[in-house]
């Protein structure tokens, strides 16, 4: 059955896990044996620097590009030969209908990744952050997509309109753009040096782009990631204090019960992350 699923290379795959009771919490502990190579890159995490303190998730990763091609020519390969004339059919439309090339792509998103929660004020947000090797390139990108990701909806759907993009000031002096799809959020962009942005509100990307304290430095984040090693394929983090105030902020939590909320006050973070090779294995740790 996983083979007309496209997953044969998936069916001698084998997984082990131990849980373990600490002083701090509880520890999942995993390894993964007879699987494809994800195409996912090892990478050293330095982007906690740029996410602040009180974020409510972090979640780092690198080398999207690869990733993704590498999954694509998975799902390619598991089709038949009409299938297969389709999906290239289309891939090779999309680069002239977004007016950029798969090399601009692959500049934009062959760096290391991460995606932030913010706990916002007054409302919480999320930004992509890219770390780029030229920013001017990643600009140039970004600002031909500004026009083309327009252009691409018009041609599957000739009704769709958007809003007019305004150009906002963003920290330390750069100028980016906002598609306003509401009064509280939308589609924020810039580029900072050597990082490429997109967010859904300016106080969310701003409070990525320079930080008043950095995730890195908070003592329940390094308590919460101590064990994890230099190079990893991924990494989250989520803080459930920052969460449940959040939700708590939006009224999301209005109708919990007593019992649920009572359980959930314990409860500090949830920290997890992966490693490659020969061997990938993973570790879950939930901190109380």
Known sequence: QVAQLGLADYQNAVM????????????????????????TASFSPTLTDKAPADAIAYLGFSDLSN????TLDQIRASQSEEA???????GGQLPALLGVTLDDLSALTSGEHAIVVTSGDPD????????VE????????????????????RTFSPDTTLPQL?????????????LPLSPEAGVVYGVDGDLALIGTSVPAVTAVQRPTAPLSG????????????????????????????AARKLGALDDAPAEALANLRPLKSLTAWSTGGDTPTFEVFLRV
């Not at 297969?84 to 289309?90: C, F, G, L, N």
């Not at 305004?166 to 906002?178: D, F, I, K, S, T």
């Open 218 to 245: 908070s003592d329940d984040y390094r308590a919460a990631v101590s064990g994890m090693p230099d190079e990893v394929t991924s990494v989250m983090f989520v803080n459930i204090e920052q969460a449940i105030a």
């Open 134 to 153: 030229d920013g001017a390139r990643a600009t140039q990108t970004l600002d031909a997509l500004r026009a083309g990701v327009p252009q691409l909806l």
């Open 16 to 39: 082990a896990a131990s849980l373990a009771a600490e002083p701090e919490g509880a520890r999942v502990k995993g390894v993964v044996m007879g699987v494809p190579d994800p195409g």
């Open 124 to 131: 919480p947000g999320a930004v992509l952050a890219l770390k």
């Open 84 to 90: 297969r004339s389709q999906i290239d059919a289309v």
């Open 166 to 178: 305004q150009q906002v000031p963003l920290a330390a002096g750069v100028q980016g753009w906002r």
């Open 67 to 70: 990733t993704v091609t590498t």
